[in-house]
């Protein structure tokens, strides 16, 4: 066991050198080790009774022992599981706010590609649309040269007094 270990009280050194276990073998201490630092506290510096330091003895043990000096860490452990508390907690919110914006991201980028085919689709009506003009444009044009052409021959037709008729025409 740890006790049987230690030589002196980390506290009060060699006072508790004295103060033996009754049934302990020669030069064991009377006190246990401290669950926080490990160092040797004597049972009188640990204000222990002889029952918490045959429970604390234990191999088995379910008690912890804290000297003063780490129980005195205690408010800041307890400030600093706090602090931490916090600091989890806000991860947690942040997280959630980086998962929100990732998903308010994707929906844009879905929404841009919709819009994006929308266009494309429409750009390709009015390229349609354009290409059906151009045909229809060209055809007027040839429709109009063909005309003209037509009115241009039967004018120098009729200068020189040749009569024009229409094939088919009774």
Do not use: W
Request: proline share 1%.
């Amino acid at each position: 066991m740890a006790s049987s270990m230690a030589s002196n009280c980390a506290l009060c050194l060699t006072r508790c050198i004295f103060k033996r276990r009754p049934n302990s073998k020669e030069g064991e201490l009377f006190g246990c080790n401290c669950d926080g630092c490990k160092r040797f506290i004597c049972k009188d510096c640990g204000n222990l009774s002889t029952t918490e330091t045959d429970a604390l003895l234990l191999q088995n043990k379910s008690l912890l022992f804290f000297c003063m000096e780490c129980k005195a860490c205690f408010p800041e452990i307890n400030n600093l599981s706090q602090h931490y508390d916090q600091l989890s907690d806000k991860l947690v919110l942040k997280e959630k706010y980086i998962s929100n914006l990732e998903t308010d991201i994707e929906d844009l980028k879905t929404n841009l590609k919709q819009e994006i085919d929308r266009l494309k689709r429409e750009n390709e009506m009015k390229d349609s649309h354009i290409d059906r003009l151009e045909r229809r444009t060209q055809t007027l044009d040839d429709e109009v040269f063909e005309a003209e052409n037509n009115y241009l021959t039967t004018i120098d037709l009729s200068k020189i007094g040749v009569k024009t008729c229409q094939l088919g025409a009774g």
